[in-house]
Every structure is written in structure tokens, then in C-alpha cells.
């Protein structure tokens, strides 16, 4: 058996008997530097803090030496020694020391220094061994971990809805077709359209912009369900919360209301930070730091005032401000911002909320997370319920999004229209083909309850807990406009 390695996060913890002071153990990693050709930075991606193994003067041919390089793989058998540096508490003294990689140094392109986050996006496939994407991806882990948990405790039933959909009414975004048609010379119809009852699926398909509709169906017999999985939208906005192909958890819950489904998102999202304050302390304090420095090069005006530990903490301890969309518009109307016209977009009700206009609630007005409700029918979904006793041209619909400083929105979710005649009429209204969604009207036919959910963005989430600004550093590989490497 060749792995009777220790984990480096297991030896540093000081807890575990069988890497105590005075055993002999074995660690393995990467070597992050090699100082006075006797102290090695070895690191397994089990914590950002490096285990000291120490190769004493002397003991150690000059040949293996030259070849402990940043970037080299090593076995290290030794001793578990009291540190005598400072900022660890115990260190390996090394008896032997095996290579089990090279590691070019003139070719290595991480140097142990500081990189920028846009030079690491081009070396993805190597930034998972700095400090900053080890902290994000553990903490990534970790969130994804308290989703189940979080539902698990809670009753919901984990539905794998189908990432292959012919189902294109949701609307939530463009969609990137699915067919293995060939590009030239497809077959055509009588029409001259491109006929898609000769593709693989005898239709047209597509890949899922959401989990929803399937999820409502799961949730009209298990009562509680949501979603994790992949999402894919052909957004073509550059933005830095804008990815191709993101994931996304979306609760369904039959017997709730909209506000119901408030507080289960409000709930889901303070589960997941505390969580991962408690199970992720170092990688949180890492990226505080981190941040802190970043915000140092920012103008003060731009600067957050509260540190990232601190602003998990605040949102735990604080309950999210709960406004109508026709309360947020007054307030936007209201502002020095908006008489002073720096609102790049006209506000007036009926408006889409922009991206601005998020912020400005969130950061300048609350200075916490918010929650928008009971926005304008026209600029929503066909599926969520018209609110009763609304004034003519003035309809609003039971929806709700929230959202978050620096981040904007990050769920987005409403209480369904549970009544067939007037979720018929809706989407007679939104030319939505009613024949082809007559499964999903079924729920509507045979004990149709009142019933809400959400979508919370995975990725922003983990932007929001770690702070990074750009959604392509949360997420291995980024899918993008004009980006799809590895
Ligand atoms: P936005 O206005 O920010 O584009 P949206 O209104 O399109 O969001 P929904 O369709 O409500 O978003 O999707 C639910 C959630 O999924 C959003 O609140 C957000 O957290 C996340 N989300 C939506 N689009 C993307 C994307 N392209 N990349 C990453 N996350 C996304
Ligand atoms: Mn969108």
C-alpha cells in the first residue's frame, strides 16, 4: 500500500494521536518553496497552511536537493518535531525524501509570489494550488455540502431533474440547442424550416435553463423537493456574475406561500454561511485578509467598510429588509442618487430592476440583504401568481428576489400560480403553447395546491461567501462568451 500519508490539515490540527510529537509519519504534496536548502513549504490541498518539513544540512544528497523545486511532488518520511519557527506549531523532520514529480522551475509558471487573478484565470488548471482558489474551492465544497444537509434535515427530497429539455417557455434566458443534426444540409421541412422530427429526440432540444418545471411536478406528490445541478444559459453579457453553464439549487415546496418561501430562503441562505464560518474558519480569515488588501488599492468611496468575516456575520445576525417592488421604486425615485440623475437607467414603475438599482437599494439605502416582492406581471414569468385586487395596468405578480451587497441578485424564486383557469389565460396571453405544456397544466388539474420556490445561484453564493468579485473565480473551469477552455 503506497498511501499512508497523513493529511497536512490532520498533522497541523495538534489533535490527532498517530502524527503526535515524536511519531514517525509520512506526508505527501506539492512543494510550495524551498528556503536555505533545508526548509521545504510542503502543501496536499487540505488546508492552506503548509506543513515545515525540514531537510537538516548535510543529511541530504545536493542532487536530490536541487530537485525540491516549487512545484515538485514529494513523499516525505520524518519526524514529528515542536516547531521552532514561528506561526506553526509543529514541523517534519525529514528522514527521507522522495521526488515523486519534477517541477521545472524555469517552466513552472506559478512562482511563490503574488499572481494576479486574471494572469491565474489563463492557468486554471494549476490555480487550484495557490492559497486563494484552495480557500474558495474548499469553502465551494463545503457549501455544496450544507445544501443537502440543510434540505436533508429539513424533510426535502433531493429530484435530479433532466439537464436535456425540450421544454423552452421558461424563458429564463437563451438557450443553447441540443441536436445531432448536421450543420450543413440539415433536413428541411415543407416550410424550408430545419426539421426536427428527424433529430435524435424526434424535436427540438435544448439544454435547461432551469430545473423548475420538473421540480413542480416533484413537488406536487413529495410535497418538498429541490434541485441541484448544472444550468446552462447562452447569456452573452460579459458580466462578473454572468456564467454560460452555472449551477443552481431550486427548492419546490407544495403548502407554501410567498412568504413561506421567504423564509425558506432567508433560512437556506444563513444555514449555508454559518455553516461555513464554522467548518471553514482559516479559508474565511485567508480571504478576509486577502480582501482587506484589495480594498486598500480601492478609492474609499468604494471601499465596504465591513470585512468579509464581519459582513457574514452581520447578515447572520441581521434579518433581510423585506420591501414591495413598488416600495423599492419609491425609494429609488426618492434618492439624491436618482435627483441627481447618476442612475444610468430611468426608473419608473414597471422598470426591470437594474443592476444598479439592486446596488443602490442594497448597498447605499439598507446596507443589507433585501428582499424585493410583488414586482410588475409584465416583466415576470408565466408561472407565478397574479396577486388578487391589483389595480388595472398595474398587475403584480407574487415574486420575490433577493438581493445581496456586491453581489445583487442571487435568488429569484415566487409562489406559482396554482388556479388553471388563470394560469391558462396567462399564457394564452404570453403565446405560450398550452398543448405542449399539458403536463404541466396536469398538476393544475388534479389537486393543485398553493405552492412556491426559488433558485439561488450557486456561484454567487460562493461569491458572496468568499467575497471574490469575479463569478469566473468561483467555478473550476468558466464557461463564458468566446471561453471554453479545458
Ligand atoms: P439576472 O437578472 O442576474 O440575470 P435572472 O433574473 O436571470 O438573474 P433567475 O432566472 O431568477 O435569474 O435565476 C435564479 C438565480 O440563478 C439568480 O438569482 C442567480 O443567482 C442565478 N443566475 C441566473 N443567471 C445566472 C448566470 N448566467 N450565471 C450565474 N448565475 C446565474
Ligand atoms: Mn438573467
Same mark, same amino acid.
Given at each position: 500500500m503506497f498511501n499512508q500519508r497523513v493529511k497536512i490539515k490532520q498533522l497541523l490540527s495538534g489533535t490527532d494521536s498517530a502524527s503526535a510529537v515524536g511519531s514517525e509519519v509520512v506526508v505527501m504534496g506539492w512543494v510550495r518553496t524551498f528556503r536555505n536548502n533545508q526548509f521545504i513549504a510542503l502543501n496536499d490541498g487540505s488546508t492552506n497552511n503548509n506543513v515545515q518539513v525540514v531537510a537538516s544540512l548535510g543529511e541530504f544528497d545536493d542532487a536530490l536537493l536541487k530537485r525540491v523545486t516549487t512545484g515538485a511532488s514529494l513523499k516525505v518520511k520524518g519526524i514529528v518535531v515542536e516547531s521552532q519557527g514561528k506561526g506553526q506549531t509543529v514541523e517534519v523532520k525529514a528522514t527521507s525524501i522522495e521526488i515523486l514529480g519534477d517541477s521545472d522551475a524555469e517552466k513552472y509558471p506559478l512562482q511563490p509570489k503574488k499572481h494576479s487573478l486574471e494572469f491565474l484565470r489563463e492557468k486554471a488548471h494549476l490555480r487550484f494550488r495557490t492559497n486563494t482558489f484552495g480557500s474558495v474551492f474548499r469553502i465551494r465544497h463545503s457549501l455544496a455540502f450544507a445544501v443537502h444537509q440543510f434540505f436533508n434535515e429539513r424533510g426535502f427530497l433531493y429530484l435530479h431533474t433532466p439537464i436535456i429539455t425540450s421544454s423552452d417557455a421558461e424563458g429564463a434566458g437563451e438557450m443553447f440547442r441540443v441536436t445531432t443534426l448536421p450543420l450543413e444540409g440539415a433536413p428541411k421541412n415543407d416550410k424550408g424550416e430545419i426539421d426536427f422530427s428527424q433529430d435524435f429526440f424526434g424535436k427540438s432540444t435544448n439544454l435547461t435553463v432551469s430545473g423548475q418545471l420538473e421540480g413542480e411536478l416533484g413537488a406536487m406528490a413529495f410535497s418538498d423537493i429541490y434541485t441541484f445541478g448544472p444550468t446552462f444559459r447562452a447569456e452573452n453579457s460579459n458580466t462578473t456574475r454572468h456564467l454560460a453553464e452555472f449551477w443552481m439549487i431550486e427548492p419546490e415546496v407544495a403548502f407554501n406561500d410567498l412568504e413561506d %418561501?421567504?423564509?425558506?430562503?432567508?433560512?437556506?441562505?444563513?444555514? =449555508?454561511?454559518?455553516? *461555513? &464560518?464554522?467548518?471553514?474558519?482559516?479559508?474565511?480569515?485567508?480571504?478576509?485578509?486577502? =480582501?482587506?488588501? !484589495?480594498?486598500?488599492?480601492?478609492?474609499?468611496?468604494?471601499?465596504?467598510?465591513?470585512?468579509?468575516?464581519?459582513?457574514?456575520?452581520?447578515?447572520?445576525?441581521?434579518?433581510?429588509?423585506?420591501?414591495?417592488?413598488?416600495?423599492?421604486?419609491?425609494? =429609488?425615485?426618492?434618492? %439624491?442618487?436618482?435627483?441627481?440623475?447618476?442612475?444610468?437607467?430611468?426608473?419608473?414603475?414597471?422598470?426591470?430592476?437594474?443592476?444598479?438599482? !439592486?446596488?443602490f437599494l442594497v448597498e447605499q439605502h439598507f446596507k443589507k440583504p433585501v428582499i424585493v416582492t410583488n414586482y410588475?406581471?409584465?416583466?415576470?414569468?408565466?408561472?407565478?401568481?397574479? %396577486?388578487?385586487?391589483?389595480?388595472?395596468?398595474?398587475?403584480?405578480?407574487?415574486?420575490?428576489?433577493?438581493?445581496?451587497?456586491?453581489?445583487?441578485?442571487?435568488?429569484?424564486?415566487?409562489?406559482?400560480?396554482?388556479?388553471?383557469?388563470?394560469?391558462?389565460?396567462? &399564457?394564452?396571453?404570453?403565446?405560450?403553447?398550452?398543448?405542449?405544456?399539458?403536463?404541466?397544466?396536469?398538476?393544475?388539474?388534479?389537486?393543485?395546491?398553493?405552492?412556491?420556490?426559488?433558485?439561488?445561484?450557486?456561484?454567487? &453564493? *460562493?461569491?458572496?461567501?468568499?467575497?471574490?468579485? %469575479?463569478?469566473?473565480?468561483?467555478?473550476?473551469?468558466?464557461r463564458t462568451p468566446n471561453n471554453c477552455e479545458y
Amino acid at each position: 500500500m503506497f498511501n499512508q500519508r497523513v493529511k497536512i490539515k490532520q498533522l497541523l490540527s495538534g489533535t490527532d494521536s498517530a502524527s503526535a510529537v515524536g511519531s514517525e509519519v509520512v506526508v505527501m504534496g506539492w512543494v510550495r518553496t524551498f528556503r536555505n536548502n533545508q526548509f521545504i513549504a510542503l502543501n496536499d490541498g487540505s488546508t492552506n497552511n503548509n506543513v515545515q518539513v525540514v531537510a537538516s544540512l548535510g543529511e541530504f544528497d545536493d542532487a536530490l536537493l536541487k530537485r525540491v523545486t516549487t512545484g515538485a511532488s514529494l513523499k516525505v518520511k520524518g519526524i514529528v518535531v515542536e516547531s521552532q519557527g514561528k506561526g506553526q506549531t509543529v514541523e517534519v523532520k525529514a528522514t527521507s525524501i522522495e521526488i515523486l514529480g519534477d517541477s521545472d522551475a524555469e517552466k513552472y509558471p506559478l512562482q511563490p509570489k503574488k499572481h494576479s487573478l486574471e494572469f491565474l484565470r489563463e492557468k486554471a488548471h494549476l490555480r487550484f494550488r495557490t492559497n486563494t482558489f484552495g480557500s474558495v474551492f474548499r469553502i465551494r465544497h463545503s457549501l455544496a455540502f450544507a445544501v443537502h444537509q440543510f434540505f436533508n434535515e429539513r424533510g426535502f427530497l433531493y429530484l435530479h431533474t433532466p439537464i436535456i429539455t425540450s421544454s423552452d417557455a421558461e424563458g429564463a434566458g437563451e438557450m443553447f440547442r441540443v441536436t445531432t443534426l448536421p450543420l450543413e444540409g440539415a433536413p428541411k421541412n415543407d416550410k424550408g424550416e430545419i426539421d426536427f422530427s428527424q433529430d435524435f429526440f424526434g424535436k427540438s432540444t435544448n439544454l435547461t435553463v432551469s430545473g423548475q418545471l420538473e421540480g413542480e411536478l416533484g413537488a406536487m406528490a413529495f410535497s418538498d423537493i429541490y434541485t441541484f445541478g448544472p444550468t446552462f444559459r447562452a447569456e452573452n453579457s460579459n458580466t462578473t456574475r454572468h456564467l454560460a453553464e452555472f449551477w443552481m439549487i431550486e427548492p419546490e415546496v407544495a403548502f407554501n406561500d410567498l412568504e413561506d %418561501n421567504m423564509n425558506l430562503a432567508e433560512d437556506f441562505i444563513k444555514y =449555508l454561511i454559518a455553516y *461555513v &464560518m464554522k467548518h471553514n474558519a482559516d479559508d474565511l480569515a485567508f480571504l478576509d485578509t486577502r =480582501l482587506a488588501e !484589495e480594498e486598500k488599492q480601492l478609492p474609499t468611496e468604494k471601499r465596504s467598510g465591513l470585512g468579509l468575516v464581519e459582513k457574514l456575520k452581520f447578515v447572520l445576525e441581521n434579518g433581510f429588509e423585506r420591501i414591495t417592488y413598488t416600495e423599492a421604486i419609491d425609494i =429609488l425615485l426618492n434618492s %439624491n442618487h436618482y435627483k441627481k440623475k447618476k442612475f444610468q437607467y430611468d426608473v419608473k414603475w414597471g422598470i426591470d430592476l437594474q443592476s444598479e438599482h !439592486e446596488r443602490f437599494l442594497v448597498e447605499q439605502h439598507f446596507k443589507k440583504p433585501v428582499i424585493v416582492t410583488n414586482y410588475p406581471a409584465a416583466i415576470k414569468a408565466f408561472y407565478m401568481r397574479m %396577486n388578487d385586487g391589483c389595480e388595472p395596468g398595474k398587475e403584480t405578480v407574487a415574486a420575490m428576489d433577493i438581493l445581496a451587497p456586491g453581489i445583487g441578485e442571487i435568488v429569484g424564486g415566487s409562489q406559482r400560480e396554482e388556479r388553471l383557469e388563470k394560469l391558462e389565460a396567462r &399564457m394564452n396571453a404570453m403565446h405560450i403553447p398550452l398543448e405542449e405544456m399539458s403536463y404541466y397544466l396536469d398538476t393544475r388539474r388534479f389537486g393543485s395546491v398553493p405552492h412556491a420556490g426559488f433558485g439561488l445561484g450557486f456561484e454567487r &453564493m *460562493v461569491q458572496f461567501v468568499t467575497g471574490m468579485t %469575479n463569478i469566473r473565480d468561483v467555478i473550476a473551469f468558466a464557461r463564458t462568451p468566446n471561453n471554453c477552455e479545458y
